[in-house]
């Protein structure tokens, strides 16, 4: 081998990921699963219809779900930690804007003891108020340094100013909001959305027969307010009509930019393409922001832009901090770039580096099992057809330069950019 002589670059005409095996509990639970791997390891991801677009108050859906780990009928939390700690589980909880996530990583042999824990948890918990007031006191000190940071301040006036008050992405959370919280709030979010007939089931990794039997007999049996079915909810966008947004932080050493406006959702059929224009714009290292802003500019130590996807819509984003003083020049350098790709086509060159950069990503995202489970939740979660992945290759393949230009004299558009700006107000 000559190692003075680069590797021949294989293109990637086909790409298949593991299907998974799916199938119903006897109580209507969709079960998916994603049999793959060699280390005797299982992960259970319990899914239930219930984020922040149901619930009647802010922060209701994430501390419903924090508190799941908090204490239950049966045990203590800290009893609850020592046994998932002892038997070698790991235990994530999460929540996101249409479903709560309860995940749990186990040894297969100690499968039935992990099991009994979490089927407590999800079963049978008490939001207990002790508990609750230090995840909240904890909470409020997290929240505290965060609207200190221009980014955050700048995401939350983005997206604000794009979806309008009445709409969750709009609904602003104050200190104040985290005070509301009590355990009679989170039962009632609990109650409403944490049922058999709300649920759906992943397992993933060296999954056996005596794997879905047990999971079978803990969760095939109907419980909670199984017959309760909760409509689809929808919300207005109420964008304002000032394109430039500040927010003064005066002891900001630099200032935050984020420029930004809705934009289509993952279903649509000129999204895969898209994805292309976005990477090739600012979504890796080598993309046009970077290379212009940061490399040659030395405006930033790094600018992305990207589409970040909530129920109803997509947020096209450019986003960067830099020094105060900057601030105008780089906006406008990211216009320029904008007015490149509509009146300019991408050269071949450039366009086969962001094919290889996003085909291997492709590869590196789906080799290992549960990173498979992480693709297939992500497919039932957004409402995606399983062929999303192949069509997502052959999107990469196939897009033309004439058809990137198209794209960002569609979607890239600097009328509809809103111009984001937290930091220190110049003189």
């Not at 677009?53 to 930690?81: C, D, H, P």
């Not at 794997?211 to 307010?225: C, E, L, N, Y």
Request: net charge negative; proline share 4%; glycine share 6%.
């Amino acid at each position: 081998m000559d190692r003075t002589i680069q590797p021949e670059i294989q293109i990637l005409k086909n790409f298949q990921i593991l299907a998974p095996v799916r199938t119903t509990l006897p109580n209507g639970i969709p079960l998916t699963v994603i049999n793959a791997g060699e280390q005797d390891v299982v992960r259970m991801d319990i899914l239930f219809a219930g984020g922040r677009w149901q619930q009647s108050q802010k922060l209701q859906a994430l501390f419903a779900n924090r508190m799941l780990r908090e204490g239950t009928a049966k045990y203590a939390a800290v009893t609850i930690a020592e046994k998932l700690d002892y038997y070698g589980s790991w235990l994530e909880l999460s929540s996101a804007s249409e479903y709560a996530y309860i995940t749990v990583y186990s040894l297969n042999k100690y499968l039935a003891k992990t099991l009994e824990v979490v089927e407590s948890m999800i079963k049978e918990p008490l939001f207990p108020e002790k508990e609750l007031r230090t995840i909240l006191d904890t909470n409020i000190q997290q929240y505290l340094v965060n609207i200190s940071k221009v980014d955050f301040l700048a995401n939350r006036s983005l997206l604000k100013s794009l979806y309008g008050k009445q709409h969750p992405c709009g609904k602003i959370v104050m200190e104040e909001d985290y005070h509301a919280i009590t355990p009679d709030v989170l039962r009632d979010f609990y109650e409403r959305h944490y049922h058999s007939g709300n649920c759906s089931i992943f397992l993933s990794g060296k999954v056996t027969e005596d794997t879905i039997r047990r999971v079978a007999d803990t969760f095939g049996a109907s419980f909670g307010q199984h017959q309760l079915q909760m409509p689809k909810v929808s919300f207005p966008f109420a964008a304002v009509s000032e394109k430039r947004i500040f927010t003064e932080r005066e002891d900001a050493m630099q200032s935050a930019v984020k420029m930004g406006c809705t934009t289509i959702t993952r279903e649509h059929p000129d999204y895969p393409k898209l994805r292309v224009l976005m990477t090739l714009f600012g979504g890796y290292f080598g993309s046009r922001l970077m290379s212009n802003i940061r490399e040659e500019k030395g405006y930033t130590y790094g600018i992305s832009a990207g589409i970040m996807f909530y129920p109803d819509s997509g947020v096209l984003v450019v986003s960067t901090e830099t020094d105060n003083k900057y601030v105008e020049p780089l906006i406008q350098e990211v216009y320029h770039e904008i007015d490149r790709l509509h009146h300019e086509l991408v050269p071949d060159e450039e366009l086969t580096m962001v094919r290889n950069y996003m085909l291997g990503e492709m590869c590196r995202s789906y080799e290992s099992p549960f990173s498979l489970s992480d693709a297939w939740i992500f497919i039932a979660t957004s409402g995606l057809t399983d062929d999303y992945f192949s069509r997502s290759l052959h999107a990469v393949n196939e897009v033309t330069p004439a058809e990137i230009q198209d794209l960002a004299q569609r979607y890239l558009c600097k009328e509809t950019l809103k111009e984001v700006i937290a930091g220190k107000k110049l003189a």
